[in-house]
C-alpha cells in the first residue's frame, strides 16, 4: 500500500484528535472548542486540514497519540468515552507537557459508534449498515467497529512512522487488546507491564471474547504464557492470586506486597523476569483504577488499598530505564463520574496526565534508539 493510500484510509477511519465521540448538539461546541486548541486554529473549517498535514508528517514522529472513545461499559457505569478528549484537554493546560514537544505527533481519534465493540459481532447486514453510515459505502471492506478501527489504524501507522510509539488514550480496558496486539505484530519480544485493580484475565465475559475484562487474557496468549505478564495493583478479583499465578503463569503484586516489600525490591524484581525471558521492549497498560480510589475516583469501579500515584510512576519509570517502551495507554478514565467529589475529576485527570507525561516521555526516548 502506497504511503497516501494509507493517509487516505487513516482519514476515512478517524476523526481529528477530540472528534471521536459522535455529537449532533450536546457537547458539538465543547469538542469543537477543543479541536480548535489542539491543531491551534481559530475556525472550525481549518481542523481537518491541519490534521491531514500531521498525518502527512507521520514519518517525522518518535511518539505517535491515538484517541480510542469506546466505552461499553466497564460492567458498571460507563463515561470513559469523555477519556480521550478530557485527558488531551489537561494535556493541553500543562506548560511543559511531551504531548506538545516536537516529535510527538496526534494522529486523532477512532470514530466510534457506540453500541458496537468488534466486528466479529456483527451481522453482514449490520456492517453494511454502518458502513453506509461511516464511509457513504455498503460494499468498502474497512471495519466498523472501534477495536477493529483501532487496530487497522495502529497497523497503518506502524508503517508510516516504523519506529513511533504508539500511545492510546482510552476508552475501556478493552482497546488495550488491539493496541498490545498492534504493537506485538511489530516482531520485538515483549514484555507487559500492567497496573489494574482487576486481572481482566477472564478468556470470555458473557460470551463476549474481546472485552475490557478479557484483553489481558488475550494478551498473554500471545505472550505464550510465560510469565512476560506483570500485574500491579490487583486487589478486586473473584479467585485469588494463586489461582492467577498457577494456572496463566502471570505474576501479580497485590496490595500486601506492595506495602510490606520496597518498590525497589520490585522494580528488580520485574526488570529482572523480564530480562530472564529475553524481553526486548515493554508495553505498560494503565487502568486507572490500579491506583489507590483516593486519588482517583473518575473511573467505572474505583477500588481502594491500591499504589499511590508515586508508586505507580516509580515503578513505570524505573522498568522504563531498564527497557525501552514498545506502546502503552492509560484507560477507563471517566469524566462524567466521581461527583460528589468536589475535587474530581480534575483530580483523577491531573494523575492520568501525570501517567501520560511519563509514557510520553519514554515514547520519546524510544523513539531516538
Ligand atoms: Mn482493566
Redesign the pocket.
Given at each position: 500500500m502506497k504511503v497516501s493510500e494509507r493517509v487516505d484510509e487513516l482519514v476515512r477511519i478517524l476523526r481529528p484528535a477530540g472528534g471521536g465521540v459522535y455529537v449532533v448538539s450536546t457537547g458539538l461546541e465543547a469538542q469543537r472548542a477543543l479541536q480548535r486548541r489542539i491543531y491551534e486554529v481559530t475556525h472550525d473549517a481549518a481542523v481537518e486540514h491541519a490534521w491531514r498535514v500531521a498525518l502527512e508528517r507521520l514519518d517525522e514522529a518518535r511518539v505517535v497519540v491515538l484517541g480510542v472513545p469506546s466505552d461499553c461499559g466497564?460492567g458498571f457505569v460507563r463515561g470513559a468515552n469523555q477519556g480521550p478528549a478530557a485527558l488531551r484537554d489537561a494535556l493541553l493546560s500543562r506548560p511543559d507537557t511531551p504531548y506538545l514537544a516536537d516529535g510527538v505527533t496526534d494522529v486523532g481519534d477512532v470514530r466510534v459508534v457506540p453500541q458496537l465493540l468488534t466486528d466479529a459481532m456483527l451481522s453482514e447486514a449490520q456492517k453494511a449498515a454502518t458502513r453506509r453510515a461511516l464511509y457513504g459505502d455498503a460494499e468498502t471492506a474497512l471495519p466498523v467497529a472501534p477495536l477493529d478501527l483501532c487496530r487497522l489504524a495502529l497497523t497503518h501507522v506502524a508503517a508510516l512512522a516504523p519506529n513511533a510509539v504508539p500511545i492510546v488514550l482510552g476508552g475501556?480496558?478493552s482497546v488495550?487488546w488491539p493496541a498490545f496486539a498492534a504493537a506485538h505484530a511489530r516482531g520485538r519480544r515483549l514484555g507487559l507491564l500492567?497496573f489494574?485493580?482487576?486481572?481482566?484475565l477472564l478468556p470470555e465475559r458473557l460470551g463476549i471474547e474481546h472485552c475490557?475484562?478479557t484483553?489481558?487474557y488475550h494478551a498473554n496468549e500471545l505472550l505464550g504464557r510465560d510469565g512476560r505478564l506483570v500485574q500491579v495493583g490487583i486487589r478486586a478479583s473473584g479467585r485469588t492470586k494463586e489461582h492467577w499465578e498457577s494456572t496463566l503463569g502471570v505474576r501479580q503484586y497485590w496490595p500486601d506486597e506492595l506495602h510490606t516489600r520496597s518498590l525497589e525490591a520490585i522494580a528488580d524484581d520485574i526488570i529482572e523476569r523480564f530480562r530472564a525471558r529475553g524481553v526486548q521492549a515493554v508495553y505498560v497498560?494503565n487502568?486507572i483504577?490500579?491506583t489507590d480510589e483516593r486519588y482517583v475516583s473518575a473511573t467505572g469501579t474505583p477500588a481502594p488499598d491500591g499504589p499511590s500515584p508515586q508508586q505507580v510512576r516509580w515503578l513505570t519509570r524505573r522498568v522504563l530505564k531498564a527497557f525501552p517502551l514498545a506502546g502503552g495507554d492509560v484507560?477507563?478514565v471517566a469524566p462524567p463520574l466521581g461527583q460528589g467529589d468536589p475535587h474530581e475529576p480534575e483530580r483523577t485527570l491531573h494523575v492520568a496526565a501525570d501517567y501520560l507525561d511519563d509514557l510520553l516521555s519514554a515514547g520519546l526516548s524510544a523513539g531516538e534508539g
Amino acid at each position: 500500500m502506497k504511503v497516501s493510500e494509507r493517509v487516505d484510509e487513516l482519514v476515512r477511519i478517524l476523526r481529528p484528535a477530540g472528534g471521536g465521540v459522535y455529537v449532533v448538539s450536546t457537547g458539538l461546541e465543547a469538542q469543537r472548542a477543543l479541536q480548535r486548541r489542539i491543531y491551534e486554529v481559530t475556525h472550525d473549517a481549518a481542523v481537518e486540514h491541519a490534521w491531514r498535514v500531521a498525518l502527512e508528517r507521520l514519518d517525522e514522529a518518535r511518539v505517535v497519540v491515538l484517541g480510542v472513545p469506546s466505552d461499553c461499559g466497564a460492567g458498571f457505569v460507563r463515561g470513559a468515552n469523555q477519556g480521550p478528549a478530557a485527558l488531551r484537554d489537561a494535556l493541553l493546560s500543562r506548560p511543559d507537557t511531551p504531548y506538545l514537544a516536537d516529535g510527538v505527533t496526534d494522529v486523532g481519534d477512532v470514530r466510534v459508534v457506540p453500541q458496537l465493540l468488534t466486528d466479529a459481532m456483527l451481522s453482514e447486514a449490520q456492517k453494511a449498515a454502518t458502513r453506509r453510515a461511516l464511509y457513504g459505502d455498503a460494499e468498502t471492506a474497512l471495519p466498523v467497529a472501534p477495536l477493529d478501527l483501532c487496530r487497522l489504524a495502529l497497523t497503518h501507522v506502524a508503517a508510516l512512522a516504523p519506529n513511533a510509539v504508539p500511545i492510546v488514550l482510552g476508552g475501556d480496558h478493552s482497546v488495550s487488546w488491539p493496541a498490545f496486539a498492534a504493537a506485538h505484530a511489530r516482531g520485538r519480544r515483549l514484555g507487559l507491564l500492567h497496573f489494574d485493580a482487576h486481572t481482566d484475565l477472564l478468556p470470555e465475559r458473557l460470551g463476549i471474547e474481546h472485552c475490557f475484562a478479557t484483553w489481558a487474557y488475550h494478551a498473554n496468549e500471545l505472550l505464550g504464557r510465560d510469565g512476560r505478564l506483570v500485574q500491579v495493583g490487583i486487589r478486586a478479583s473473584g479467585r485469588t492470586k494463586e489461582h492467577w499465578e498457577s494456572t496463566l503463569g502471570v505474576r501479580q503484586y497485590w496490595p500486601d506486597e506492595l506495602h510490606t516489600r520496597s518498590l525497589e525490591a520490585i522494580a528488580d524484581d520485574i526488570i529482572e523476569r523480564f530480562r530472564a525471558r529475553g524481553v526486548q521492549a515493554v508495553y505498560v497498560s494503565n487502568d486507572i483504577d490500579g491506583t489507590d480510589e483516593r486519588y482517583v475516583s473518575a473511573t467505572g469501579t474505583p477500588a481502594p488499598d491500591g499504589p499511590s500515584p508515586q508508586q505507580v510512576r516509580w515503578l513505570t519509570r524505573r522498568v522504563l530505564k531498564a527497557f525501552p517502551l514498545a506502546g502503552g495507554d492509560v484507560v477507563e478514565v471517566a469524566p462524567p463520574l466521581g461527583q460528589g467529589d468536589p475535587h474530581e475529576p480534575e483530580r483523577t485527570l491531573h494523575v492520568a496526565a501525570d501517567y501520560l507525561d511519563d509514557l510520553l516521555s519514554a515514547g520519546l526516548s524510544a523513539g531516538e534508539g
